[in-house]
């Protein structure tokens, strides 16, 4: 099953590798399986201290799968069965204390649109394309794009592409947040799993309460947002990572972080 989805461990990074370029990576449920098969394991494995999420072929991922539903008996039934098992992995990846970086190329639509909103880091091939795509089939988002989105690159910016459709290129989608930066064509896999690398050598716990801290930040007042900042970061103080990083500092010499 999990050969329509690639992955390894390599110096500490997760590198999970959507790998049905035939189809442009387009999510079926097969895909959505393999997926949570591969994630899953490694949302329980210590060794994992980054995330890169990536797509072999042409696109990093065209959307759903839509030639499954056309003849399926029940499209409803279908269809939330496909979005859960999507959800499955996403809500791993957000809950995982690693960061999650993603490497796209061509077009990133629907359900790899949604995906790219989930990212951590983004990394955009020069030639990338982005494009909400479900109102076109008459259909709501999934994928957390409704709550990624207007987090990553505002609400009006969100309501102007989930209305109208709009299709934009990689420097758009670098100038309104939705991706980090964009880098050439040719560069984007090297160049990906070297900040996904760079990533897993530091304070992965502190990271984890960082990605938890951020994503309780519209739920939050300002006050109660201040108490989680000041438990955080005494309880970062005194784990090992906390603790050394400040004593390297001291002696000048730069930390070795063991992620907890």
Not at 64 to 84: E, N, Q, V, W, Y
Not at 129 to 140: D, E, I, P, V
Not at 154 to 175: N, P, S, V
Not at 190 to 198: M, N, T
Request: aromatic share 6%; glycine share 8%; hydrophobic share 50%.
């Amino acid at each position: 099953m999990t050969d329509i989805v690639l992955g390894r461990i390599e110096d500490g990074v997760a590198v999970v590798t959507l790998n049905r370029p035939e189809a442009s990576n387009a999510m079926s449920m097969e895909l959505a399986d393999a997926l949570y098969a591969v994630i899953e394991p490694y949302s329980r494995d210590n060794a994992v201290r980054a995330w890169l999420i990536n797509s072999n072929g042409k696109n990093f991922c065209a959307g759903g799968d839509i030639s499954i539903f056309g003849d399926a008996k029940d499209p409803g039934a279908m269809i939330r069965a496909l979005a859960t098992r999507l959800h499955d992995s996403l809500k791993l990846l957000q809950a995982h204390r690693a960061p999650v970086v993603m490497a796209i190329q061509g077009a990133a639509a629907g359900a790899g649109f949604s995906l790219v909103s989930s990212a951590d880091i983004a990394i955009a091939g020069q030639s990338s394309s982005y494009l909400w795509a479900y109102a076109a089939l008459g259909l709501t988002c999934d994928g957390g794009s409704t709550w990624n989105l207007p987090r990553v690159i505002g609400m009006r910016k969100a309501q102007e592409l989930a209305f109208t459709g709009k299709r934009i290129l990689a420097d758009e989608a670098a100038a309104i947040g939705l991706v980090t930066r964009v880098v050439e064509d040719a560069a984007l896999q090297d160049e990906a799993l070297a900040v996904a690398k760079q990533i897993a050598q530091g304070p992965t716990t502190s990271y984890g309460e960082v990605k938890k801290l951020l994503a309780a930040t519209y739920a939050n007042d300002f006050a109660t947002q201040l108490d989680a900042e000041a438990n955080s970061i005494a309880a970062a103080l005194v784990r090992p990572d906390g603790a050394n990083a400040v004593r390297a500092f001291l002696e000048k010499r730069k930390p070795v972080f063991t992620g907890e």
